[in-house]
């Protein structure tokens, strides 16, 4: 389950699913201690910065945000066609189109179980390969975003951004030494970072 981050000024207000953190913020712009701008809610997973929307009584919201996940636009790409043909769709297999030189044809003909089979694992062997480099881009981006949200006032912004993607761990947590605790430990979580 995805946890949400709320952030107030310069301190953390609420951490967790986001069905807790909208109903915490209901209650809080209910009894007036808190008015839609002056929270922030990130998504601890992608960093980003999301809207609720809290309109309504308690258990519309609860409704609105239990199981809820963000729709994902498909690109130009994937949008589909509105008549669809028979096959694999219905089973939520998308056809996508691959471009590749005769030759690469002719070499996935020759693989056993066919091209789909083999492209399938030359995918999954990347990923393997590849997993480690793409868990840090994941890190550096998510962080990244979050910090772009809530700290991009503070002094040393940039540089820790650039320590950020540099790798350099210890120049990252000295940029960020006098930001507020809350912000801080946020970060350092979100970057993966383990301190002394």
């Given at each position: 389950m995805k946890n949400y981050t709320v952030f107030c000024e310069d301190r953390v207000l609420k951490a967790g699913a986001l069905e807790e953190v909208a109903l915490y913020l209901k209650g809080q712009t209910d009894a007036q201690q808190l008015f839609q701008g002056?929270?922030?809610?990130?998504?601890?997973?992608?960093?980003?910065?999301?809207?609720l929307d809290l309109s309504g009584s308690?258990?519309?919201v609860k409704e609105r945000y239990t199981n809820y996940e963000k729709p994902v636009e498909p690109t130009n790409e994937e949008k589909q066609p509105e008549s669809r043909s028979r096959g694999r769709p219905k089973l939520?297999?998308?056809?996508?189109?691959?471009t590749l030189l005769p030759r690469h044809w002719e070499w996935l003909a020759l693989q056993p179980g066919g091209a789909?089979?083999?492209?399938?694992?030359?995918?999954?062997e990347a990923r393997k390969q590849s997993g480690s480099e793409d868990q840090m881009r994941a890190m550096q981006e998510r962080t990244y975003k979050a910090m772009s949200h809530i700290a991009a006032h503070l002094p040393n912004y940039e540089d820790a951004l650039r320590a950020l993607f540099a790798l350099d761990q210890a120049k990252f947590l000295q940029m960020i030494e006098a930001w507020p605790v809350d912000y801080k430990n946020y970060l350092i979580r979100l970057a993966g970072l383990v301190t002394a």
């Open positions: 002056q929270f922030q809610v990130i998504d601890d997973h992608l960093g980003d910065a999301i809207d308690k258990l519309t939520g297999v998308v056809s996508k189109e691959v789909s089979v083999a492209l399938r694992k030359l995918i999954d």
